[in-house]
């Protein structure tokens, strides 16, 4: 079995991240960059279908020359090889752009399997899965809390409100999985030592064969305007309980349309 | 204007000196102290005890034990890498950096560095997965500087050895599988691998203890444990032997007690700025900065000996004298910060709500242990007049 797990380097979830005033893309000097934390669940996935069925787990990632430490890190947590889509081109590229790279650098490899994090933590769309999808024909198998894969069919526990749907489709397929699904391991010191000698190609727009101006911030589908800081909190009303207290706090929850 | 805070080895640019390995297994073992550590130290050390067996195996899979020796299924790191993680481990808890050091650095170092093929096949993969525990039995009660005065004896019968004697101050020696022992013998100081359920072998948990309470402490007692010709270490006869195997500990020290006084600095920062008195916060007074200076500088000069040390190890050029500079700095430093720090916090600085007082006690026996400050300075002493003044 061939597994391409794509994975995304995100600003560190905890860190106090910052646009750019030039062209409002993130500040990626602003934050540390860290494996986005639902991809860490696909990594684990995929390792743990191939210790039980054989195969080989390549991860994907688009993104700027640091994006290579996410690799590594997933490199060291098992996987096998990496790809890295670099190229100042794809810089600000909107969800649609990165489904046409992802798409372009994982068709004709032989992948039985394509896992994603249900989201990233930092634009949280949860859209380029189904569009790599889309682009590549392929059936899409979203929120998975669990994975299956019998010879060549793929069945999934999709998360629900209400519980969960079985849905099964042949591979190849994409699959993207919630943090239900498994606990990811932490890589092993032998693992972060032989990452650095796996191999990692890397490719260009041109590699794709993707003309550079239909990728990047000018192409993308919307842009930001204008962006400004979270306000400061304001200070809290504070009501003083002379009998009527819960009247007006659920007067106040009222006005709120909290209740 | 005020700007954002920085951390005070983030002020070092220190992992600038870091290769972008040694910075992931960095990360990885303060991950683990993060999450698997850190949330429950408090109650094991309120508790007086730690579940070591679970500890051991949880360890063993993140690679930690005996990490920096080669093959028999361990890692092989560099020992720059090795430092930093005792680093992080002792930023979690004294004990808990204990607990990896007497395993990989006293006891499966000493199987490692003098012991036979059989010894490492039967021990060390099975020690580094941490199915297998390992204590090491060098100081007694009666001799702790000066180990060369030790009365545990062991004397041939036949082709076998009978070992009699005790061990004091033995981490991990309640619950361990095996036990390298030194002890006296007609060849002088000998090493020997003594499995725990030999007859005649105990193991007693020293209680009542106000430092290094996340940490089992134990005397062993040898009652004329019988052991085969072969349980003897073949590759070094002498106080050479056990020595080597310190030094190995020691330089783990040099790198762990800073990770504890960062703990501490970090804590006293983030809880200065967080304390009103006087309508503004304790960080904004100038004698409370004077001290988180003092600290820094203390805290990032010990590191950069530290990264120091562990570039000269990984040459092969770091000499005991070094480790001594190291261990008498760091350690010295360390509880100095961790005090320092305890009066910031005032109150709640004696409560194990707080990492600080617990890490300031644990620094107590970090302080003594694996060499007191008076050998280590009397070691450098030695070094720079070529006078033993402690004999």
Same mark, same amino acid.
């Given at each position: 079995? +061939?597994?391409?797990?794509?994975?995304?380097?995100?600003?560190?979830?905890?860190?106090?991240? @910052?646009? +750019?005033?030039?062209?409002?893309?993130?500040?990626?000097?602003?934050?540390? *960059?860290?494996?986005?934390?639902?991809?860490?669940?696909?990594?684990?996935?995929?390792?743990?279908?191939?210790?039980?069925?054989?195969? $080989?787990?390549?991860?994907?990632?688009? *993104?700027?020359?640091?994006?290579?430490?996410?690799? @590594?890190?997933?490199?060291?947590?098992?996987?096998?090889?990496?790809?890295?889509?670099?190229?100042?081109?794809?810089?600000?590229?909107?969800?649609?752009?990165?489904?046409?790279?992802?798409?372009?650098?994982? $068709?004709?490899? *032989?992948?039985?399997?394509?896992?994603?994090?249900?989201?990233?933590?930092?634009?949280?769309?949860?859209?380029?899965?189904?569009?790599?999808?889309?682009?590549?024909?392929?059936?899409?198998?979203?929120?998975?809390?669990?994975? $299956?894969?019998?010879?060549?069919?793929?069945?999934?526990?999709?998360?629900?409100?209400?519980?969960?749907?079985?849905?099964?489709?042949?591979?190849?397929?994409?699959?993207?999985?919630?943090?239900?699904?498994? $606990?990811?391991?932490?890589?092993?010191?032998?693992?972060?030592?032989?990452?650095?000698? +796996?191999?990692?190609?890397?490719?260009?727009?041109?590699?794709?064969?993707?003309?550079?101006?239909?990728?990047?911030?000018?192409?993308?589908?919307?842009?930001?305007?204008?962006?400004?800081?979270?306000?400061?909190?304001?200070?809290?009303?504070?009501?003083?309980?002379?009998?009527?207290?819960?009247?007006?706090?659920?007067?106040?929850?009222?006005?709120?349309?909290?209740? | 204007?005020?700007?954002?805070?920085?951390?005070?080895?983030?002020?070092?640019?220190?992992?600038?000196?870091?290769?972008?390995?040694?910075?992931?297994?960095?990360?990885?073992?303060?991950?683990?102290?993060?999450?698997?550590?850190?949330?429950?130290?408090?109650?094991?050390?309120?508790?007086?005890?730690?579940?070591?067996?679970?500890?051991?195996?949880?360890?063993?899979?993140?690679?930690?034990?005996?990490?920096?020796?080669?093959?028999?299924?361990?890692?092989?790191?560099?020992?720059?890498?090795?430092?930093?993680?005792?680093?992080?481990?002792?930023?979690?808890?004294?004990?808990?950096?204990?607990?990896?050091?007497?395993?990989?650095?006293? &006891?499966?170092?000493?199987?490692? &560095?003098?012991?036979?093929?059989?010894?490492?096949?039967?021990?060390?993969?099975?020690?580094?997965?941490?199915?297998?525990?390992?204590?090491?039995?060098?100081?007694?009660?009666?001799?702790?500087?000066?180990?060369?005065?030790?009365?545990?004896?062991?004397?041939?019968?036949?082709?076998?050895?009978?070992?009699?004697?005790?061990?004091?101050?033995?981490?991990?020696?309640?619950?361990?599988?095996?036990?390298?022992?030194?002890?006296?013998?007609?060849?002088?100081?000998?090493?020997?691998?003594?499995?725990?359920?030999?007859?005649?072998?105990?193991?007693?948990?020293?209680?009542?203890?106000?430092?290094?309470?996340?940490?089992?402490?134990?005397?062993?007692?040898?009652?004329?444990?019988?052991?085969?010709?072969?349980?003897?270490?073949?590759?070094?006869?002498?106080?050479?032997?056990?020595?080597?195997?310190?030094?190995?500990?020691?330089?783990?020290?040099?790198?762990?007690?800073?990770?504890?006084?960062?703990?501490?600095?970090?804590?006293?920062?983030?809880?200065?700025?967080?304390?009103?008195?006087?309508?503004?916060?304790?960080?904004?007074?100038?004698?409370?900065?004077?001290?988180?200076?003092?600290?820094?500088?203390?805290?990032?000069?010990?590191?950069?000996?530290?990264?120091?040390?562990?570039?000269?190890?990984?040459?092969?050029?770091?000499?005991?004298?070094?480790?001594?500079?190291?261990?008498?700095?760091?350690?010295?430093?360390?509880?100095?910060?961790?005090?320092?720090?305890?009066?910031?916090?005032?109150?709640?600085?004696?409560?194990?709500?707080?990492?600080?007082?617990?890490?300031?006690?644990?620094?107590?026996?970090?302080?003594?242990?694996?060499?007191?400050?008076?050998?280590?300075?009397?070691?450098?002493?030695?070094?720079?007049?070529?006078?033993?003044?402690?004999?």
């Amino acid at each position: 079995m +061939k597994i391409a797990v794509c994975v995304k380097q995100v600003p560190d979830t905890w860190a106090e991240k @910052r646009l +750019k005033p030039e062209d409002s893309t993130l500040d990626r000097e602003s934050a540390e *960059g860290v494996l986005n934390e639902l991809d860490e669940y696909a990594v684990e996935e995929a390792l743990r279908l191939i210790e039980a069925q054989g195969g $080989e787990v390549v991860v994907v990632s688009m *993104g700027p020359e640091r994006a290579g430490e996410t690799i @590594r890190k997933a490199l060291s947590m098992g996987a096998d090889a990496g790809i890295h889509i670099v190229d100042d081109a794809l810089h600000g590229s909107d969800a649609i752009a990165t489904s046409a790279a992802l798409a372009k650098a994982l $068709e004709g490899r *032989g992948f039985d399997l394509i896992l994603f994090g249900s989201e990233s933590t930092d634009a949280r769309m949860s859209v380029v899965p189904a569009m790599v999808a889309e682009r590549l024909g392929l059936p899409q198998l979203t929120f998975a809390q669990k994975v $299956e894969v019998d010879g060549s069919t793929v069945r999934i526990e999709r998360q629900a409100e209400y519980g969960y749907d079985s849905i099964e489709a042949s591979a190849p397929v994409v699959v993207s999985v919630v943090e239900k699904i498994n $606990e990811p391991r932490y890589p092993s010191f032998k693992g972060i030592m032989a990452a650095k000698k +796996k191999p990692v190609d890397t490719l260009t727009v041109a590699d794709l064969g993707l003309e550079p101006v239909t990728v990047g911030l000018a192409a993308a589908w919307s842009a930001v305007d204008e962006f400004a800081a979270r306000p400061p909190k304001a200070a809290g009303t504070v009501i003083a309980d002379d009998g009527a207290g819960g009247v007006k706090i659920a007067d106040y929850l009222s006005q709120q349309k909290f209740i | 204007m005020s700007s954002a805070p920085r951390s005070p080895l983030e002020l070092f640019a220190i992992d600038h000196l870091l290769t972008e390995e040694e910075r992931a297994i960095r990360d990885v073992v303060r991950d683990f102290v993060e999450r698997r550590i850190k949330p429950e130290v408090a109650d094991w050390f309120e508790a007086g005890t730690i579940p070591a067996r679970r500890l051991a195996l949880e360890f063993g899979e993140l690679g930690v034990l005996g990490m920096h020796l080669e093959g028999y299924g361990c890692a092989g790191t560099n020992a720059v890498s090795y430092g930093l993680a005792a680093m992080e481990l002792e930023a979690g808890d004294s004990g808990i950096r204990s607990l990896v050091s007497v395993q990989g650095s006293l &006891a499966m170092y000493a199987i490692h &560095a003098f012991g036979s093929e059989e010894h490492k096949r039967e021990w060390l993969p099975r020690m580094a997965k941490g199915e297998a525990v390992g204590c090491f039995g060098l100081t007694e009660a009666d001799f702790g500087s000066n180990p060369s005065g030790m009365r545990t004896s062991a004397k041939r019968d036949g082709d076998d050895w009978l070992l009699s004697g005790s061990k004091m101050w033995i981490t991990n020696g309640t619950i361990a599988d095996v036990a390298i022992v030194w002890a006296q013998t007609d060849d002088g100081i000998r090493g020997f691998v003594v499995p725990t359920d030999t007859p005649g072998f105990s193991a007693r948990e020293i209680h009542k203890k106000l430092s290094l309470r996340a940490s089992l402490t134990a005397e062993l007692i040898f009652d004329g444990v019988r052991l085969p010709a072969d349980a003897v270490l073949p590759g070094v006869q002498g106080l050479k032997g056990p020595l080597a195997c310190l030094n190995e500990a020691r330089f783990g020290i040099a790198f762990g007690t800073l990770g504890a006084a960062r703990d501490c600095l970090e804590t006293a920062i983030s809880y200065a700025l967080d304390r009103e008195q006087f309508d503004k916060p304790i960080a904004a007074y100038q004698m409370t900065q004077q001290k988180f200076a003092d600290m820094t500088l203390e805290l990032g000069k010990g590191m950069l000996l530290a990264l120091h040390l562990g570039r000269l190890k990984d040459e092969h050029l770091l000499r005991p004298e070094q480790v001594s500079l190291g261990k008498l700095n760091n350690a010295r430093e360390a509880l100095a910060i961790a005090r320092e720090c305890r009066g910031i916090l005032g109150g709640n600085g004696i409560t194990l709500e707080y990492p600080v007082i617990r890490h300031m006690n644990n620094l107590e026996s970090v302080y003594t242990y694996e060499g007191t400050n008076e050998m280590h300075t009397l070691v450098i002493g030695q070094a720079l007049t070529g006078i033993p003044a402690f004999r």
